[in-house]
């Protein structure tokens, strides 16, 4: 029973730390709540199908079909969190400016951004398709009881540790929020694309940097309880190969130069939008 | 350089790279086979060439599903029960890479020997 809930347990806290710096990054938008909780059970249900199939997807594609389906997971998810760092985040920011601007008070009454609650769904699909295998084995094995037992303690202490990150999240002034969730999520965006180089090296589709750079286990350990919350936050790995690497900094790249140059052309635009303002006056 | 020049050479760069990438890809590459049987590996040490791609083709003979992990050869995937799934890993520098089944560490160990 040990056994399973420190497993469940690794798998859940991913999916909670997704979940709990979406919940902080969202706070005030209206119907966020739903949007998550719809996020999570949409995942949930995937999680389920995803396992059912398992066998049927593992067998694709010369039997990489499950690393061509979660590279494809992986891509969207990139995707949608890129999306949200250079456009999205700016125009909340660009918003509020403008408001201010205009001498108006600005709500939070905007709607929760889908494409981060889509994250969302495919976070707990990917961590809950592995948990549904893991504890269907073992409960048809060892007992039904304890094994369940065992992952119900497990998602409860990873959930836990994400309520923790959310709740910390939240005392942040609204003022700071924008700024670090954005920095989080700019990190979980290139944990992602880190994830993303493995799978295609897995797959076989690319053959070239594959080789681990270095090896800071003695440092800090992946299965470590530190080491597992270094890999969720931020993508810790402690044998990196350089093709993860390169992504990981590709996606930062990316991210923070597309959302300047997003924030560059709004300041622009902002600009013109207040100097007809002060003609028409 | 004039203006066309820099991007022209860029797009030709990822025109190569993305060619070399491909036939990376397609090329042949020794198949290894990997039995997981009573939550163990078979066999405990597989040599494989360094250097060199090389294809695990990981067979679970087990009724439970079992992750293939290793944090040495950067790679984790599940192999079903009684599921088969192929695994790129490579090229390998010559040494010992370990691995184990992440949901029967106790007994799942082995490793990939490069040389």
Known sequence: MFATAIIVFRETLEAALFVGIMAAATRGLVGRGRWLTAGVLAGSAGALALAAGAEHISALANGVGQDLVNAGILVVALAMLTWHCVWVSNQGAQAAADARALGSSFKQGQRAPWALMIVVALSVLREGAETVLFVAGFATGSGPTGTLAGAFAGVLCGSAIGAIIYLGLSRVPVQRMFAVTNTLILLLAASIASQLARALSQAGLISVWGQPLWDTSPLLRVDSPVGTFAHALVGYEAQPTGLQLAFYALALLVIVIGSRWVRAAQARRRTVVTARVLAGA | ?115
């Open chain 2, 1 to 115: 350089m004039t203006r066309f020049q820099s991007p022209l050479f860029s797009f030709a760069g990822a025109v190569i790279s993305a060619s070399l990438l491909v036939t990376g890809a397609y090329a042949a590459e020794p198949e290894l086979l990997l039995v997981i049987k009573n939550h163990r590996f078979e066999p405990v040490e597989l040599k494989v060439p360094a250097g060199q791609r090389v294809k695990l083709i990981v067979h679970n003979q087990d009724s439970t599903a079992e992750e293939f992990e290793s944090h040495d050869l950067n790679r984790e995937k599940i192999v079903p029960a009684g599921g088969k799934v192929s695994i790129f890993i490579g090229p390998l520098r010559p040494g010992r890479y370990s691995f184990t089944g992440e949901y029967n560490e106790a007994t799942a160990k082995g490793v990939v020997i490069a040389e």
